[in-house]
């Protein structure tokens, strides 16, 4: 009891200076829909006056408050480019590769003049392939075409050491369900699907364009029968499969993979196969499909790669089946957002250079490290008070939690790009070409050294965070750390609902389903006795069958299985960062601590911030695209899902059992 007594006050001791200065409350009474009675529909109280203001327009398929902050960064990044893609720089630059490739991104004129031309040398190997005896070597150097994917990360086993992972790939809707589910939404993509692939041979001056259609449905079906489910691919465990080379031999013989391994430029004593099944379906297609089949799969995947980056007409085909058919969008993003989001994904550091240089102060970071650092404290208690966890476990719980490495605002060390080669009188299929082969080069040169800590998984302007239980570390870009997430003119009460949740939600991750599988140093290594664990999985079994319940469109619901770890994340994180809140709040004085502002308490501005992070509106087919493909749930119901299991949100707004919110307490999820 002593030691937890030292642990609160400690914590209560944390505010910072900024925080007894601020003056505003962050709450947007514009946001809320008074209309309606907040016990029994929170969301729509929340966010409905954001919703009545941020309408769809044609460009979106989904638009809300992550959205809208991305915009505006995606504004200021395109100030920045424009800037220098206005003048000359010297060749080789930095500045001259992100002026050239923002203004190759912007011809489209140029790109409808050259037609198909850029991708003709492609099609023409392919149509070249006069054996299987060709493929291993094919497969291992081609950038445009392949039946699974290599890529290189920290070995689970050995967090410390870079391995070479395999997973499964090859099918373009992404998704196994749209190939095998029966239902009539399910049915008509396909159907969709099979006229685009057939129109897009057409424009590429193919002949048989329907039968090849047929053929890459046909044979993408079979890929996508022996792949993993989502559901399946969050098992680390399942996906881990490290064996040597000649054990990969024997496993899909119909690949020489020392040809393959030299054609794609590495030398290895092992990897990670990610989904075993997949793998041998693909080498099983490799010796029984006829050898003019894959050559269609494989001209049908070089053209899906370059679709975007050739002629309008070409890029319009792609966009009327992805964004209209898929997620229901009438119109393509303006070609200034394309443009700045190709110079992000290819140059994206040295765009973010700039980018924290005018829009990140410093001041921003110092009270986000002192918010994260509350946050650990205040995770820290909770684990101490666990009634269920064993004092064991409970000490490597802690372990891995101080263990945790934090990364906020931008790198210590920025990426290197003197290597990437962008060329104005190239194509602007070729320089993204070589874009993709330097990234790859990029990745494949940690091979079998050292993980380097110091790495970002994003750009400083990315409105996104994220944790990596591989290095054990949570990263904030400062990007995100911008209203509605973090306001350094508004109080805690908002600042700790919205930025707070998401921190207590990174911090969560590593001891969600997934996270709590690994150690403190990031290895896949069991920390739990048998007890506590089987005590856990019953504790998350409660959230997953919770989401299960819920209906996201008529006859359709939630996928509680596939979005387990995300909902545990946004449970921990509300749980957490309430606390950490109340802490601090208890050490100022009684009347500044229940002052009510705006027309609420503290603990009522808390949840309202959270909700606005997830305000938005979505299309009905992009509900239904979701739900099979995001992790996270919809953000309708990241609120009225999440908070009728906090009990806080009850007490902060006296949530009764005559509410159609209402969950009773034994029925809610206590986990972290």
Not at 120 to 146: P, Q, V, W
Not at 322 to 330: C, F, W
Not at 652 to 667: I, K, R
Request: with cysteine; aromatic share 12%; proline share 4%.
């Amino acid at each position: 009891m002593k030691k937890i007594l030292y642990t609160l006050t400690a914590l209560m001791l944390m505010t910072t200076a900024c925080t007894k200065q601020q003056q505003t409350t962050g709450i947007h009474l514009e946001n809320l829909d008074t209309t309606v009675v907040a016990q029994n529909d929170f969301y729509q109280y929340a966010c409905g006056g954001w919703m009545a203001n941020n309408p769809l327009t044609p460009e979106y398929s989904r638009f809300g408050s992550f959205d809208k902050l991305g915009l505006q960064n995606l504004e200021q990044v395109n100030g920045l480019i424009q800037e220098l893609a206005a003048e000359k720089h010297e060749a080789g630059s930095v500045a001259q590769k992100i002026g050239d490739m923002y203004n190759l991104s912007m011809d489209t004129a140029r790109r409808d003049a050259e037609g198909i031309a850029p991708v003709e040398a492609s099609l023409k190997a392919i149509a070249a392939i006069s054996s299987r005896e060709e493929l291993s070597a094919l497969l291992g150097a081609s950038m445009d075409y392949s039946l699974w994917a290599m890529y290189v990360d920290a070995d689970a086993m050995n967090s410390a050491m870079n391995i070479l992972n395999e997973c499964q790939a090859g099918f373009s809707l992404g998704e196994k369900e749209y190939y095998i589910d029966e239902d009539e939404h399910t049915r008509s993509i396909r159907a969709a699907y099979v006229a685009y692939v057939e129109k897009m041979f057409g424009l590429f001056g193919f002949d048989h364009a329907a039968e090849r259609a047929q053929t890459v449905l046909r044979m993408e079906t079979r890929l996508a029968k022996a792949a993993y489910s989502n559901v399946e691919l969050r098992d680390p465990q399942r996906n881990y499969n490290k064996m040597s080379l000649d054990e990969l031999q024997a496993l899909v013989p119909q690949v020489d993979w020392k040809i393959y391994f030299a054609a794609l430029g590495v030398e290895l004593d092992s990897l990670s196969v990610g989904q075993i099944p997949h793998l041998q379906e693909a080498g099983k297609m490799l010796a029984d499909e006829p050898l003019e089949d894959l050559k269609t799969l494989f001209a049908w995947q070089t053209i899906e790669g370059a679709a975007s980056y050739l002629t309008t007409e070409i890029y319009m085909t792609s966009f009327d089946f992805y964004g209209k058919v898929l997620s229901g969008r009438e119109e393509p993003s303006p070609l200034w957002k394309r443009a700045v989001g190709i110079v992000n994904g290819t140059l994206g550091e040295a765009v973010g250079q700039m980018y924290v240089a005018k829009y990140f102060p410093e001041e921003n970071k110092a009270r986000m490290l002192a918010l994260v650092k509350n946050l650990q404290k205040a995770l820290g208690i909770r684990i101490e008070n666990l009634e269920w966890m064993s004092r064991e476990t409970k000490d490597k719980a802690l372990e891995k939690l101080n263990a945790m490495t934090i990364k906020i605002g931008y790198p210590d060390e920025w990426r290197d790009y003197s290597k990437l080669d962008i060329n104005a009188a190239d194509t602007y299929y070729a320089n993204l070409q070589r874009a993709a082969k330097f990234e790859q080069e990029y990745s494949l040169s940690y091979l079998g050294k050292p993980v380097d800590k110091k790495k970002w998984y994003m750009t400083p302007q990315t409105v996104n965070a994220y944790y990596n239980p591989s290095s054990n570390e949570i990263c904030f870009p400062a990007g995100i750390l911008q209203y509605p997430f973090f306001d350094m003119s508004a109080d805690d009460a908002f600042n700790y609902g919205a930025i707070g949740v998401v921190i207590g939600h990174e911090m969560t991750h590593g001891f969600d389903d997934q996270g709590c599988q690994f150690d403190k140093d990031g290895n896949m290594l069991n920390w739990w006795t048998a007890e506590d664990k089987a005590a856990f999985d019953a504790r998350t079994k409660v959230m997953e069958e919770a989401f299960n319940k819920i209906e996201v469109a008529p006859g359709v619901h939630a996928n509680g299985a596939f979005t387990l770890g995300e909902n545990i994340a946004d449970h921990g994180g509300l749980q957490v960062s309430y606390l950490a809140f109340t802490l601090n709040e208890e050490a100022k004085a009684e009347k500044d601590r229940l002052q009510t502002r705006d027309g609420f308490t503290p603990a009522q501005r808390f949840f309202l911030a959270y909700a606005n992070v997830w305000a938005g509106n979505i299309r009905p087919e992009e509900i239904l695209n979701r739900t099979k493909s995001d992790p996270h749930s919809l953000g309708r119901w990241r609120v009225n899902g999440a908070l009728p299991q906090i009990n806080a949100w009850y007490d902060a707004w006296n949530v009764t059992p005559e509410s159609p919110m209402y969950v009773a307490p034994e029925e809610r999820v206590s986990i972290w």
